[in-house]
């Protein structure tokens, strides 16, 4: 069928409808109020009335006389319709027919409900007022939305859309269409690229659609219902139907969309419009058509024959009421009834609306829009099934484009849709093959899926949580995340990412879901199938993956390490012997090491020089050849009462060898030459042979301990354990304290072909929810048998430098890189594996790395701990040898000075009794000539202290 332009009725004729509509009226007529969007639907209302009014027996033998229409025009103002409706209350009606806009709907169905008066639409196609408990008394003979948008995305399969975008007017209208039409492209695997509003009452799209041209769209689904102003603004964009770019309008293929302005009908070749499709046959569209004057009216659209049917099943509805002559009786409010302010108090009602509104629920019967079917309602009085036709402007030699019918598209009460083309479909003034949503790389933005778990892919994949706008990005983890803004994605892969897009000229879009689902089961299920172009993230670039995918140069290289535990470092480190390690310059080791060294070249030195050198004596203090030796004769002869004649400086003689001793001055040799600052001399041979290799030996260890206790006193103890890394499994550490992250994936492969037959703390325990952060959490609990995580280097470091309990291990092994991924034979990778390579080869990724890679938390604390080195490192435990074995020969010190004193004191008085010996000697002299005192010698009574 071919919708023709309408010409505008003459002001006599609607006279004469509204007249014929109002007047006439007896008591027992049924009223019907009518709020239509046209003047065409206005005719079609008054048919219905005379249609049923020409039906013998229509009402049962019922007391109404004829059906009369009370008729207001919808200008799409809410506030204008609930004043009509409120209008038509007063007068008093049965049903209301309308509103024709879901906007007018939104705000009279209330109204509607108020009264318990039923209000049937035939053109408000909102889902939102299928919800029964707020719009009760809401009927449609014109099916919702959610069936027109699967019927738009089943054009798009038709046609091998894969990418589509959808703008939408601000209302609700708008708005729920396109949630509908983006949740049944979800479902079909169809990606929306981008999804934009623009204003209702102006219906301008120069603004969104400059941003959809950014964002590469070329497929539009266009939710509109003042469709001409909008095409106007696509066309004037240069964006209108051509070879490149396709429309597809839920509204607009009335008879009259764009009949004022023939130009712009032939910029729009090729622009395809949705509307109710209408079979063209059964008896009740012939007699609909027989009444109908084409000639004078044009061709009827499609809401105008549901207008028709709307107002047949009102009719048939009041008809088979429970109490029908209750129901042929219209509502009236009195003159002294508040119609909107009592919506929510105390308000007269219809006390036969229920029973209408259950009739309605129930009833079937044939209408003008049905066929040879009949019209039924679902449980939210919606219409049951949903049919569609797709128009499509056509020319024709000079014609300047009209909309042709070129398919139809059932949805049936269960949601499925099916398609039948009746003509091509004409894409440009040429009839040239159907536009594509792919014209390269840079045609549109690129749909790429990602792997990120809270936690779990730290630094490559993260999302700014410290963004309002990323507040969703963690949630459902179990399925596909569509909620996160590309701007939330952070970290290493997406640094990279954005800078390879930049060079390569391209957009792109992200999803993402958990790590938990899998790294191959991504590749497998999202990537390989066609529903994303590319999958991005810390992927290893494996050899069965390069089997079924097409794999980027990689844009980080990679091996595999152990990651442990530093409790189990440090107890490594600190087993074993360490008496003799001078790389610990304050152990009690070294301290007892040193004490035995000094002892046994002390001991040595007193063997070869004790009583041949005069600070050495032997056991008895002999030095032989001295005075010493002479007064220790004399001294011991007179103690044993010997008449030995004894002088003064026999007890000087004595008093010094009191102070060499020969055990202590070899022990103060030993100890001043082990700091080569001794004032002792060796006199024999073998004593100065031992002396030169005691000073040689002390030279190498005194430089050898000072550059240890410099390093010791500036650097942390290094681990001198020697770790294999991956080679300590099955050693080192046993097989079951492994753990694997992401299990089936690379860490997997790697376990099976490295350690075959060998089961790992969670190998092949079905639990796919192994992610690198459970075990971390396993790790660093000490009651678990974990000891070892196996993970890619890149993760492990970056782990390191945030988690300082924890450390890597021996070197890498398996060494790969990460890629991005693409199904076999992408058109996209040799343009992404370019722009990888020339970011490697400028340095961009080598400053990518080092923004995450540069510190963490760790190397803060040990900095810190650095700078605490230089002046706390030295505790009391690390001196507490030094203090033992100062304070001990501070003792000892102590021990000699006192016994010292002691003798000092008793040579003294010795020294005193022989001064008055002698004095008295002298005089005995002076008065006996006959004495002869010879060197000052005298008798003298025997000491009584030990020589």
Same mark, same amino acid.
């Given at each position: 069928?071919?919708?023709?332009?309408?010409?505008?009725?003459?002001?006599? !004729?609607?006279? !004469?409808?509204?007249?014929?509509?109002?007047?006439?009226?007896?008591?027992?007529?049924? /009223?019907?109020?009518?709020?239509?969007?046209?003047?065409?639907?206005?005719?079609?209302?008054?048919?219905?009335?005379?249609?049923?009014?020409?039906?013998?027996?229509?009402?049962?033998?019922?007391?109404?006389?004829?059906?009369?229409?009370?008729?207001?025009?919808?200008?799409?103002?809410?506030?204008?319709?609930?004043?009509?409706?409120?209008?038509?209350?007063?007068?008093?009606?049965?049903?209301?027919?309308?509103?024709?806009?879901?906007?007018?709907?939104?705000?009279?169905?209330?109204?509607?409900?108020?009264?318990?008066?039923?209000?049937?639409?035939?053109?408000?196609?909102?889902?939102?007022?299928?919800?029964?408990?707020?719009?009760?008394?809401?009927?449609?003979?014109?099916?919702?939305?959610?069936?027109?948008?699967?019927?738009?995305?089943?054009?798009?399969?038709?046609?091998?859309?894969?990418?589509?975008?959808?703008?939408?007017?601000?209302?609700?209208?708008?708005?729920?269409?396109?949630?509908?039409?983006?949740?049944?492209?979800?479902?079909?695997?169809?990606?929306?690229?981008?999804?934009?509003?623009?204003?209702?009452?102006?219906? =301008?799209?120069?603004?969104?659609?400059?941003?959809?041209?950014?964002?590469?769209?070329?497929?539009?689904?266009?939710?509109?219902?003042?469709?001409?102003?909008?095409?106007?603004?696509?066309?004037?964009?240069?964006?209108?139907?051509?070879?490149?770019?396709?429309?597809?309008?839920?509204?607009?293929?009335?008879?009259?969309?764009?009949?004022?302005?023939?130009?712009?009908?032939?910029?729009?070749?090729?622009?395809?419009?949705?509307?109710?499709?209408?079979?063209?046959?059964?008896?009740?569209?012939?007699?609909?058509?027989?009444?109908?004057?084409? @000639?004078?009216?044009?061709?009827?659209?499609? *809401?105008?024959?549901?207008?028709?049917?709307?107002?047949?099943?009102?009719?048939?509805?009041?008809?088979?009421?429970?109490?029908?002559?209750?129901?042929?009786?219209?509502?009236?409010?009195?003159?002294?009834?508040?119609?909107?302010?009592?919506?929510?108090?105390?308000?007269?009602?219809?006390?036969?609306?229920?029973?209408?509104?259950?009739?309605?629920?129930?009833?079937?019967?044939?209408?003008?829009?049905?066929?040879?079917?009949?019209?039924?309602?679902?449980?939210?009085?919606?219409?049951?099934?949903?049919?569609?036709?797709?128009?499509?402007?056509?020319?024709?030699?000079?014609?300047?484009?009209?909309?042709?019918?070129?398919?139809?598209?059932?949805?049936?009460? =269960?949601?499925?849709?099916?398609?039948?083309?009746?003509?091509?479909?004409?894409?440009?003034?040429?009839?040239?093959?159907?536009?594509?949503?792919?014209?390269? +790389?840079?045609?549109?933005?690129?749909?790429?899926?990602?792997?990120?778990?809270?936690?779990?892919?730290?630094?490559?994949?993260?999302?700014?949580?410290?963004?309002?706008?990323?507040?969703?990005?963690?949630?459902?983890?179990?399925?596909?995340?569509?909620?996160?803004?590309?701007?939330?994605?952070?970290?290493?892969?997406?640094?990279?990412?954005?800078?390879?897009?930049?060079?390569?000229?391209?957009?792109?879009?992200?999803? &993402?879901?958990?790590?938990?689902?899998?790294?191959?089961?991504?590749?497998?299920?999202?990537?390989?199938?066609?529903? #994303?172009?590319?999958?991005?993230?810390?992927?290893?670039?494996?050899?069965?993956?390069?089997?079924?995918?097409?794999?980027?140069?990689? #844009?980080?290289?990679?091996?595999?390490?152990?990651?442990?535990?530093?409790?189990?470092?440090?107890?490594?480190?600190?087993?074993?012997?360490?008496?003799?390690?001078?790389?610990?310059?304050?152990?009690?080791?070294?301290?007892?090491?040193?004490?035995?060294?000094?002892?046994?070249?002390?001991?040595?030195?007193?063997?070869?020089?004790?009583?041949?050198?005069?600070?050495?004596?032997?056991?008895?203090?002999?030095?032989?050849?001295?005075?010493?030796?002479?007064?220790?004769?004399?001294?011991?002869?007179?103690?044993?009462?010997?008449?030995?004649?004894?002088?003064?400086? @026999?007890? @000087?003689?004595? $008093?010094?060898?009191?102070?060499?001793?020969?055990?202590?001055?070899?022990?103060?040799?030993?100890?001043?030459?082990?700091?080569?600052?001794?004032?002792?001399?060796?006199?024999?041979?073998?004593?100065?042979?031992?002396?030169?290799?005691?000073?040689?030996?002390?030279?190498?260890? /005194?430089?050898?301990?000072?550059?240890?206790?410099?390093?010791?006193?500036?650097?942390?103890?290094?681990?001198?354990?020697?770790?294999?890394?991956?080679?300590?499994?099955?050693?080192?550490?046993?097989?079951?304290? +492994?753990?694997?992250?992401?299990?089936?994936?690379? #860490?997997?492969?790697?376990?099976?072909?490295?350690?075959?037959?060998?089961?790992?703390?969670?190998?092949?325990?079905?639990?796919?929810?192994?992610?690198?952060?459970?075990?971390?959490?396993?790790? $660093?609990?000490?009651?678990?048998?974990?000891?070892?995580?196996?993970?890619?280097?890149?993760?492990?470091?970056?782990?390191? !430098?945030?988690?300082?309990? /924890?450390?890597?291990?021996?070197? !890498?092994?398996?060494?790969?890189? *990460?890629?991005?991924?693409?199904?076999?034979?992408?058109?996209?990778?040799?343009?992404?594996?370019?722009?990888?390579?020339?970011?490697?080869?400028?340095?961009?990724?080598?400053?990518?790395?080092?923004?995450?890679?540069?510190?963490?938390?760790?190397?803060?604390?040990?900095?810190?701990?650095?700078?605490?080195?230089?002046?706390?490192?030295?505790?009391?435990?690390?001196?507490?040898?030094?203090?033992? +074995?100062?304070?001990?020969?501070?003792?000892?010190?102590?021990?000699?000075?006192?016994?010292?004193?002691?003798?000092?004191? $008793?040579?003294?008085?010795?020294?005193?009794?022989?001064?008055?010996?002698?004095?008295?000697?002298?005089?005995?002299?002076?008065?006996?000539?006959?004495?002869?005192?010879?060197? &000052?010698?005298?008798?003298?009574?025997?000491?009584?202290?030990?020589?």
């Amino acid at each position: 069928m071919v919708l023709r332009k309408s010409p505008s009725l003459l002001l006599m !004729l609607k006279i !004469l409808i509204l007249a014929t509509c109002i007047g006439g009226a007896t008591g027992n007529d049924v /009223v019907i109020g009518c709020l239509l969007l046209n003047n065409q639907e206005v005719l079609a209302a008054q048919l219905a009335a005379d249609y049923i009014n020409s039906q013998a027996g229509f009402w049962s033998g019922s007391t109404p006389n004829f059906v009369r229409i009370n008729t207001t025009i919808d200008t799409g103002n809410g506030w204008n319709a609930l004043r009509a409706g409120c209008d038509m209350l007063y007068s008093g009606v049965n049903a209301i027919i309308g509103p024709g806009y879901s906007r007018s709907a939104l705000l009279l169905s209330p109204l509607c409900e108020n009264a318990n008066v039923p209000c049937i639409s035939h053109a408000a196609t909102s889902p939102s007022l299928s919800d029964k408990s707020k719009y009760p008394y809401f009927a449609r003979v014109v099916a919702q939305d959610t069936k027109q948008a699967a019927s738009m995305i089943s054009f798009a399969v038709e046609n091998s859309w894969q990418k589509v975008c959808i703008l939408h007017q601000d209302d609700d209208y708008g708005v729920q269409g396109a949630l509908e039409t983006q949740k049944a492209a979800i479902e079909a695997n169809i990606q929306v690229l981008s999804m934009l509003q623009y204003e209702t009452t102006e219906s =301008n799209l120069t603004t969104i659609l400059r941003v959809a041209a950014a964002a590469q769209c070329r497929i539009f689904f266009l939710w509109c219902t003042n469709c001409q102003t909008a095409m106007e603004s696509a066309v004037s964009l240069g964006l209108g139907p051509s070879i490149d770019i396709a429309w597809l309008l839920s509204d607009g293929c009335s008879f009259d969309t764009f009949a004022p302005r023939p130009s712009l009908r032939r910029k729009l070749i090729g622009l395809n419009c949705l509307a109710p499709g209408v079979p063209r046959h059964g008896a009740v569209f012939n007699a609909f058509t027989a009444a109908w004057d084409a @000639d004078a009216y044009g061709d009827p659209s499609p *809401y105008t024959i549901l207008a028709f049917d709307a107002i047949l099943a009102a009719a048939v509805a009041i008809r088979d009421s429970p109490h029908p002559s209750a129901a042929s009786v219209p509502f009236t409010l009195n003159a002294t009834d508040r119609c909107v302010s009592t919506l929510h108090s105390p308000h007269v009602t219809w006390s036969a609306g229920s029973s209408v509104l259950d009739a309605l629920q129930t009833s079937t019967f044939q209408g003008a829009s049905s066929g040879d079917a009949t019209l039924r309602f679902d449980a939210s009085l919606d219409r049951l099934n949903g049919r569609y036709s797709i128009n499509n402007m056509q020319s024709y030699g000079m014609t300047s484009g009209v909309f042709i019918e070129t398919a139809n598209v059932v949805v049936s009460s =269960n949601g499925s849709v099916s398609m039948e083309t009746l003509l091509n479909t004409q894409w440009t003034e040429n009839f040239d093959p159907r536009p594509s949503a792919i014209l390269g +790389i840079d045609s549109r933005p690129l749909r790429l899926i990602s792997v990120m778990g809270e936690g779990s892919n730290e630094p490559f994949q993260m999302a700014d949580t410290l963004n309002p706008l990323c507040a969703r990005c963690y949630d459902n983890p179990s399925s596909i995340n569509t909620e996160c803004p590309n701007e939330c994605y952070k970290g290493v892969t997406f640094d990279v990412l954005r800078a390879v897009a930049l060079d390569a000229g391209f957009n792109f879009t992200i999803n &993402h879901i958990d790590a938990s689902y899998g790294y191959t089961s991504v590749l497998n299920d999202f990537v390989l199938n066609g529903d #994303y172009d590319m999958a991005v993230g810390d992927f290893t670039a494996t050899a069965s993956r390069a089997g079924i995918a097409s794999l980027s140069y990689p #844009y980080l290289d990679l091996g595999l390490n152990l990651m442990v535990s530093k409790s189990i470092v440090r107890g490594s480190s600190e087993s074993g012997l360490e008496l003799f390690s001078i790389g610990q310059p304050f152990s009690t080791g070294l301290w007892i090491a040193i004490l035995v060294y000094v002892v046994i070249f002390a001991a040595m030195f007193w063997v070869f020089e004790h009583g041949k050198n005069i600070a050495v004596p032997d056991w008895h203090g002999n030095v032989y050849g001295t005075a010493v030796n002479k007064a220790k004769t004399h001294l011991r002869e007179r103690k044993h009462g010997k008449n030995t004649i004894a002088t003064t400086d @026999d007890l @000087d003689a004595f $008093k010094q060898y009191n102070r060499d001793s020969g055990v202590v001055n070899a022990t103060y040799w030993s100890i001043t030459a082990l700091a080569h600052s001794t004032d002792l001399a060796p006199i024999t041979i073998p004593g100065k042979m031992l002396s030169m290799t005691y000073l040689i030996v002390n030279l190498i260890f /005194v430089a050898s301990y000072t550059a240890n206790l410099a390093a010791f006193l500036t650097a942390q103890n290094e681990d001198t354990q020697i770790w294999q890394g991956l080679d300590d499994i099955g050693t080192t550490f046993p097989f079951d304290s +492994i753990c694997l992250p992401n299990l089936g994936g690379s #860490y997997e492969n790697f376990w099976d072909i490295k350690f075959p037959n060998q089961r790992c703390f969670n190998c092949r325990t079905g639990d796919a929810n192994w992610t690198f952060s459970r075990c971390l959490t396993e790790l $660093k609990d000490p009651s678990s048998k974990v000891q070892a995580i196996v993970g890619d280097s890149t993760i492990n470091d970056y782990v390191e !430098l945030q988690e300082c309990d /924890v450390q890597t291990v021996g070197s !890498l092994f398996y060494l790969q890189g *990460y890629s991005f991924l693409t199904p076999p034979n992408s058109q996209f990778m040799n343009v992404v594996s370019q722009s990888i390579l020339a970011k490697r080869e400028d340095q961009t990724l080598e400053h990518i790395f080092g923004t995450y890679y540069g510190s963490g938390i760790c190397d803060v604390i040990s900095a810190q701990d650095a700078q605490d080195i230089d002046t706390t490192q030295i505790t009391l435990q690390d001196m507490s040898g030094l203090f033992v +074995i100062g304070a001990s020969f501070a003792v000892l010190s102590l021990i000699l000075y006192i016994r010292e004193l002691q003798i000092d004191k $008793k040579l003294d008085s010795e020294k005193r009794r022989l001064s008055l010996e002698l004095d008295s000697s002298a005089m005995k002299q002076v008065s006996n000539a006959a004495f002869k005192v010879q060197d &000052h010698t005298v008798e003298r009574a025997p000491f009584d202290f030990e020589i």
